[in-house]
Structure formats: structure tokens, C-alpha cells
């Protein structure tokens, strides 16, 4: 969904909120011991790595135009 918003912040903002929901589904897999093995967990967060990396690279060198996307830029 994100992909496909026009808005820079929403979509900026629908990013991170996609990488905070990795991160809690990798931290509810480390606490159910019925979710499978450690590794399944890291696997999650290697996924989660993979997407902060993909939205700093997404908007790594763009121009800020307000307050809400120089914040959204540092956080990366």
C-alpha cells in the first residue's frame, strides 16, 4: 500500500509503521515457544533489516519539504 501512496509523509509513515509491526510479530515469535524455533524469529528481523533498509535507501536525498518528512528522514 505504501508502494503505491502519493503522499510522501503517509507513505513514509506507512513504512514505519510496516517495520514496527515486523519487529512485534519477531519479538511475539521469540516469546511463543508454539511459533517454532529462535531461528524463526531471526528470520524476521533479517526481514525487518532488510525493509529499514529499503525505506532509507527510498528516501535517502530527497528534499524536505515540511518539519514531518526531515523527522521521517532522520529516523532512518
Given at each position: 500500500m505504501a508502494d503505491i501512496e502519493k503522499v510522501t509523509t503517509t507513505q513514509a509513515s506507512m513504512?514505519?509503521?510496516?517495520?514496527?509491526?515486523?519487529?512485534?510479530?519477531?519479538?511475539?515469535?521469540?516469546?511463543?515457544?508454539?511459533?517454532?524455533?529462535?531461528?524463526?524469529?531471526y528470520t524476521m528481523y533479517k526481514d525487518t533489516l532488510q525493509l529499514i533498509r529499503y525505506i532509507g535507501n527510498r528516501f535517502r536525498?530527497?528534499?524536505?519539504?515540511?518539519t514531518t518528512e526531515a523527522r521521517i528522514i532522520v529516523l532512518r
Open positions: 513504512y514505519l509503521q510496516a517495520g514496527l509491526y515486523f519487529i512485534l510479530t519477531g519479538i511475539l515469535m521469540e516469546r511463543d515457544n508454539n511459533m517454532g524455533p529462535a531461528a524463526v524469529a536525498n530527497r528534499e524536505c519539504s515540511n
